[in-house]
C-alpha cells in the first residue's frame, strides 16, 4: 500500500452515461472500487423496513488500473463552488467521473492512481502474478489448449504421418535461430535445416517463410514471414529463393532444377473427388470487386508463363502477399529493407494491400474516441460526422478484404499464399488469422478460435506488450489547468478548446440534468511501428539475440508511440463476421467483447509478453492463470445460440468457406459501449461515404517479373497479347481505384508519395 495516498473516500458523486450516483471510492492495489447502495429501493418500495435495506446487496464497479487510457483530474478552487473531478477513459470504453467536495483528497486520489498504474516498474507486480481464482476456474488449465504438435498433426503434419511435403524444423527449438518464432517451424521437406539457416539472413528478425496454415482438400498453404532485405543495392539470397520455391511446389510434383527462379508449370487441374468430379468448396458468385481482383491475378500470373493454357480458375497463381501500401514497401528500401525483386521470384505473383500502419490505425481510433469521449457525461449519441472521419470502418473493410482475397486464392484458386508486412507481426497476424476463419470451420468453434489466437497471435510474436502498453505512461496522466499544449499523446477530454469544460461546468452545476434514480437496464455498475533499428550484417544469430535481450529497462517502459490497436481490429473484423454469418460460430459476440477487455486488465498472463521466447524464460504458466481459463469455465456464457454444426461440420476434407460481404461492415456498437442504434442508425452520415468506399479494392499494386500494375510499383508495364485484351480489365481495375502503372499519368504526387513514406518509417 506504498503507493496509496488515500485508500477510501466517502461521498464521492459518480457519473456515467449521463447518470450520477453517490458513493465510495476504495483504492486497492489492483484495482478503483466504486461502492453504493442503489436509492431507488427505498423510493420505489417505501414499504420496505430500514432493515430490510440494510440488508440490500451494495452494487460495485471495478476498474482495474492497466484498463486505464486517459485519466485527467480537475482541480476546481473552492470559490468556484465546484467539485474536483477525476474522468477516466478506459481501453474497454469505459467513460467515468469521479467528482469530489475535497480537492486534496481528489488530488490524492489521482497520485495513487497514477503511481498504481505507471510506476510499477516491473512487469511481475500486475495484478496476474497475485490473481487466486475461484473453482470452477481454479481448476481449468488453460496452458495446456495449444499443442503445437497437436495442431499441426491436425493439419496434416507429423514426423509419423504420411509426408505431404513438410517436416517440422527444430532449428529454433532454443529461439536461438529467430527469438521471436515459436520452437517448432513446419518447412517443405525438401529444404534443410542448413538452407533455412542461410535463408533467415535475408529476412528481417530472421522471420523466414513458415508454414501457418495446410488445406486439407488441395494441400495448398498460408505461410508468413517478414520483409526481405533487399535494400537499394537490391540484395538476394538464392536460399530464401529456393525456400519459396519449395513451400509454393509442395502440393504438386515440380522437375528438378538447380535454378530457383525457374518458373513451376502454371497449369493445375482442380482437385478432384473420389467419383472424378471437380471438387471445390461452395462460394457464391463474387462481387464485381472481387472478381476483378481474381482476375487480374490471373492475367498477371499468366503474363509471365508464356505457352501455357490460358484457363481461369484452372491453375495455380500463388501470391506473395504484402500488406504495405506500395509506395511504403518501397520506402523501406532506402533503410536496407524493402519488398521481393520478382525477377528472382518468377513463379510467384505479387499483390500489395493498402492497410495501413500502427501509427494510421492508432490515431483512427483516437479519432473513435473523441467522438464518444463525453459518454461520462451526457447520454447524448455520438458525434456521427467525428465516427465518418475516423475511417475505422474502411481499416476493418480493407483488413477483411486483405483476407477475402487470401482465402480465395488458397480455397477456391487452389494456390499458396506468402503473407508479409515489414516485420511479420501485426498485419501479417490479422491477415493470416482472418484468411484461416474463412476457410476452416474449426476456426470458428470456441476451442479452435482459442487454438488460432494461440498459434496466429502470440507463437508467431506479435508484440502485445508493445501494443498493448500493460505499464500505462505518465503521457496519459494529466492535470488539467497544468497541461501544455502541443502534445497529441496527452488527450485529455475536452480538448476541444474550451467547448468541454463548459459542457462539464454546466453539467456538474445542474443537479436536476441527471437520472438520479438510475433505472436504465444497463447500470452504472453493470459493467508495427515500421522502422525499428536492425543489424544489417549477415551473422543473424548472435545479433539477433543481443538485440532482443537490449537494454532491460527498455522493455519496462510503455513507449506510446508503439501501442496500436492491431489485436482489436482482428477481434473487430471476426465480429463482422459473426455478424455476417450468425450461425457459423460456436461463441458469440459477448465472447470477442470480454476478450478484448482481458486484452488490457492484466488479470491473466496471456498477453503481457510479446512472443514465445519471453513466455518460456518468465515461466508465466507457472506464475500466472491463463485467459482460456475464465472462458472455459463460463463455457456457456460465451456460446452462439444460434450455431448450427451441421453446417461447419469440422470433419477433415469437409471444410465450408466464408467470406466478409462487401459493404456490410458496420460499428461494433457493444464494444463501444452503445446501442445499435446510437452507431448504426440509418441517419449515419457515414453509411453512404462507406458505400462509396466499398467501391474500391484493398489491392494498391500488382507485380509478377515481366509486369506491374499499381501506383510506385516498378517500371514494368503488362502487355495486351491475352485472347480477352487487357484494356477491358484495366478499365475494371480503374474503376477499384488501384493506380496505373510507375512512369505513366496517373502516378501519386511527390507530396503524398513523402507524406506516406514518413508515416511508414515512424
Known amino acids: ?81 465546484l467539485p474536483s473531478s477525476i474522468r477516466l477513459r478506459c481501453r474497454d470504453f469505459t467513460f467515468v467521473c469521479f467528482c469530489f467536495a475535497d480537492e486534496k483528497k481528489a488530488r490524492d486520489v489521482y497520485e495513487s492512481i497514477k503511481a498504481w498504474t505507471c510506476k510499477l516498474g516491473r512487469i511481475e507486480k500486475l495484478y496476474a502474478f497475485s490473481y487466486q481464482p475461484q473453482p470452477p476456474e481454479k481448476d481449468v488449465d488453460g496452458w495446456a489448449i495449444y499443442d503445437a504438435r497437436k495442431e499441426w498433426k491436425r493439419l496434416g503434419i507429423s514426423d509419423k504421418g504420411a509426408d505431404k511435403g513438410w517436416r517440422i524444423s527444430r532449428i529454433n527449438s532454443d529461439y536461438g535461430f529467430s527469438p521471436t518464432y515459436p520452437a517448432l517451424l513446419p518447412v517443405p521437406s525438401a529444404i534443410s535445416d542448413n538452407t533455412i539457416n542461410y535463408a533467415g539472413k535475408y529476412r528481417s528478425r530472421v522471420r523466414i517463410p513458415v508454414l501457418t496454415y495446410l488445406h486439407p482438400v488441395n494441400n495448398c498453404s498460408i505461410t508468413r514471414s517478414s520483409q526481405p532485405l533487399v535494400g537499394v543495392r537490391g540484395n538476394r539470397s538464392i536460399q530464401d529463393e529456393k525456400l519459396l520455391l519449395a513451400i509454393f511446389s509442395t502440393s504438386h510434383s515440380i522437375p528438378s532444377t538447380s535454378d530457383p527462379s525457374s518458373s513451376p508449370p502454371a497449369s493445375q487441374s482442380p482437385i478432384s473427388s473420389g467419383d472424378g468430379s471437380p471438387s471445390r468448396d461452395p462460394e457464391p458468385m463474387p462481387l464485381d470487386t472481387e472478381a476483378l481482383e481474381d482476375e487480374l491475378i490471373s492475367r498477371a500470373s499468366s503474363e509471365g508463363m508464356p505457352g501455357q493454357p490460358q484457363v481461369y480458375g484452372a491453375q495455380q497463381h500463388n501470391l506473395i502477399v504484402d500488406a504495405r501500401p506500395t509506395v511504403n514497401a518501397y520506402a523501406m528500401q532506402a533503410v536496407g529493407l524493402g519488398s521481393e525483386n520478382m525477377d528472382h521470384y518468377r513463379f510467384a505473383t505479387k499483390a500489395y494491400l493498402g492497410i495501413d500502419n500502427i501509427h494510421v490505425m492508432r490515431e483512427s481510433l483516437n479519432k473513435v474516441i473523441e467522438a464518444l469521449k463525453e459518454s461520462d457525461l451526457t447520454p447524448l449519441p455520438p458525434h456521427r460526422d467525428a465516427l465518418a472521419k475516423s475511417g475505422w470502418l474502411k481499416h476493418i473493410s480493407g483488413i477483411l478484404d486483405g483476407a477475402s482475397l487470401i482465402a480465395r486464392q488458397v480455397g477456391l484458386q487452389h494456390s499458396h499464399v506468402l503473407i508479409h508486412c515489414s516485420d511479420g507481426w501485426d498485419r501479417t497476424s490479422q491477415l493470416s488469422a482472418l484468411s484461416q476463419i474463412c476457410l476452416d470451420p474449426y476456426y470458428r468453434t470456441l476451442e479452435g478460435f482459442i487454438v488460432l489466437v494461440e498459434k ?12 498493448s502498453g500493460p505499464l500505462s505512461s505518465e503521457k496519459w496522466f494529466i492535470i488539467e489547468n497544468e497541461r501544455i499544449g502541443g502534445d497529441s499523446n496527452r488527450t485529455s477530454f475536452g480538448n476541444n478548446g474550451g467547448a468541454g469544460t463548459a459542457l462539464e461546468n454546466a453539467l456538474l452545476s445542474a443537479k436536476g440534468f441527471f437520472n438520479k434514480d438510475n433505472n436504465s437496464r444497463d447500470s452504472i455498475v453493470d459493467s508495427d511501428g515500421e522502422l525499428q533499428p536492425y543489424d544489417m550484417g549477415l551473422p543473424h544469430a548472435k545479433k539477433a539475440s543481443i538485440s532482443t535481450k537490449g537494454n532491460v529497462n527498455d522493455k519496462n517502459i510503455t513507449k506510446v508511440k508503439e501501442t496500436s490497436p492491431t489485436f482489436h481490429q482482428f477481434l473487430d473484423a471476426t465480429y463482422q463476421l459473426l455478424h455476417q454469418h450468425p450461425t457459423r460460430f460456436e461463441f458469440n459476440e459477448r465472447f470477442l467483447r470480454r476478450l478484448l477487455y482481458h486484452l488490457y486488465s492484466c488479470q491473466y498472463g496471456t498477453f503481457l509478453f510479446n512472443n514465445e521466447k519471453d513466455r518460456v524464460e518468465t515461466r508465466i504458466s507457472e506464475k500466472t492463470r491463463s485467459v482460456w481459463d475464465y472462458f472455459i469455465s463460463r463455457k456457456e456464457q460465451f456460446l452462439n445460440e444460434k450455431y448450427d454444426a451441421t453446417i461447419d461440420d469440422n470433419l477433415r476434407g469437409h471444410e465450408r468457406l466464408i467470406f466478409p460481404v462487401a459493404g456490410q461492415t458496420r460499428w461494433w456498437s457493444g464494444v463501444f459501449g452503445r446501442t445499435d442504434a446510437e452507431m448504426n442508425g440509418s441517419s449515419f452520415s457515414h453509411t453512404q461515404k462507406l458505400e462509396s468506399d466499398m467501391g474500391s479494392t ?41 493506380g496505373k502503372a510507375k512512369g505513366v499519368n496517373g502516378r501519386m504526387s511527390p507530396a503524398r508519395t513523402k507524406a506516406e513514406m514518413e508515416v511508414e518509417m515512424q
Not at 471510492?25 to 420496505?48: E, K, R
Not at 502470440?458 to 501494443?467: A, I, T, V
Open 456 to 467: 496466429d497471435w502470440l507463437s508467431f510474436g506479435h508484440m502485445f506488450r508493445h501494443r
Open 698 to 738: 484493398v489491392l494498391t499494386g500488382i507485380e509478377t517479373a515481366d509486369s506491374a500494375m499499381g501506383s510506385g510499383t516498378a517500371g514494368k508495364t503488362m502487355s495486351d497479347n491475352s485472347s480477352g485484351g487487357l484494356s477491358a480489365l484495366k478499365a475494371g481495375v480503374a474503376g477499384l481505384g488501384l
Open 1 to 81: 500500500m506504498e503507493r496509496t495516498r488515500i485508500a477510501k473516500v466517502d461521498d464521492v458523486r459518480l457519473l456515467r452515461r449521463g447518470e450520477q450516483v453517490e458513493g465510495t471510492l476504495h483504492l486497492t492495489p489492483h484495482h478503483l472500487i466504486f461502492c453504493h447502495t442503489p436509492a431507488q429501493i427505498t423510493d420505489a418500495a417505501p414499504n420496505i423496513t430500514p432493515e430490510k435495506h440494510a440488508r440490500t446487496k451494495p452494487r460495485e464497479l471495478w476498474i482495474t488500473y492497466p484498463i486505464i487510457q486517459i485519466c485527467t483530474l480537475r482541480p476546481s478552487p473552492p470559490a468556484s463552488h
